[in-house]
């Protein structure tokens, strides 16, 4: 029996099933008809909107032969979909199961994000965020990905319906030379571009006289429609995605916070712009 979904893992499982049956050059209709299964559920197990039992997904598995640690991340994806977090090691740009997560922000009807240290991904230049991962000591193949999967998360900002975006960026992170002049001089440019844009409200948070809540660390606050907000934190080898209630109201509620303590619009654009020079 499936239920109304939406979690975290629930969404990388439907991703994970759709590859399967891609992978297999399936058609919705054509696996439906397979398993004798109706293509609107499988519609919505691809969504992650509604979950699949562990047996439909050994079943789905067992049909296209899906073995090894392929078939252990994503029966391991099913015994756990209805857990509201999930925490896993590694970085949300390469780790195929948050990968997929990021589909999220295909779906969000606002994102609110609040950086501490560092300017937002989604209003990162590429050389910025290259910058970044190569100081991490990453390869030049983990670099290349990395920076290729953030430049494509960024159309949200700029397609045809692009999504309602606010980033409260801490004055560290336009102060903080994380990279050479010329190239941090290009992303304040870039952020008083972006900050033209219509969908998107982009305040700087000045150092506040005494300690604050956004101290403790960076988070993305994902809202929709139709189903409950997703909160992603993010550290040096660990991500997290909480979708509980009592955690997605608590930093709704920061957010609200912090807002309430930036800068204006013009003014955030003021020390930008500063910043470029």
Request: aromatic residues 6%.
């Amino acid at each position: 029996m499936t239920k109304p979904s939406g979690t975290p893992r629930a969404v990388a499982l439907g991703a994970a099933l759709r590859e399967v049956r891609e992978a297999n050059k399936f058609g919705l209709r054509e696996l439906s008809r397979a398993l004798d299964l109706p293509a609107s559920l499988v519609v919505h197990w691809e969504a992650g909107t509604r979950t699949p039992s562990t047996d439909d997904v050994a079943n789905v598995l067992g049909f296209f032969r899906v073995i090894g640690e392929p078939k252990k991340r994503i029966m391991d994806l099913a015994r756990h979909v209805r857990e509201p977090n999930w925490m896993a090691n590694g970085a949300a740009e390469l780790t195929p199961e948050l990968t997929t997560l990021l589909q999220y922000e295909q779906g969000a009807k606002v994102i609110t994000d609040w950086a501490l240290n560092f300017i937002p991904g989604l209003l990162q230049t590429p050389d910025y965020a290259r910058a970044i991962f190569e100081a991490s000591g990453l390869s030049v193949s983990q670099t290349d990905a990395r920076v290729r999967v953030r430049l494509d998360r960024q159309k949200i900002l700029t397609n045809r319906e692009p999504i309602t975006y606010s980033a409260i960026i801490g004055l560290h992170a336009i102060d903080e030379p994380v990279a050479p002049n010329w190239i941090m001089s290009d992303q304040m440019d870039h952020l008083l571009a972006m900050s033209e844009r219509p969908n998107i409200n982009l305040r700087v948070l000045p150092r506040q006289p005494s300690y604050h809540p956004g101290m403790l660390g960076s988070f993305v606050l994902y809202e929709y429609e139709h189903r409950n907000p997703i909160v992603l934190l993010e550290q040096h080898s660990t991500t997290s995605f909480l979708s509980s209630d009592k955690d997605w109201v608590l930093y709704r509620q920061l957010a609200r916070l912090l807002g309430g303590e930036t800068l204006s619009e013009e003014a955030s654009r003021a020390v930008i712009a500063e910043a470029a020079s």
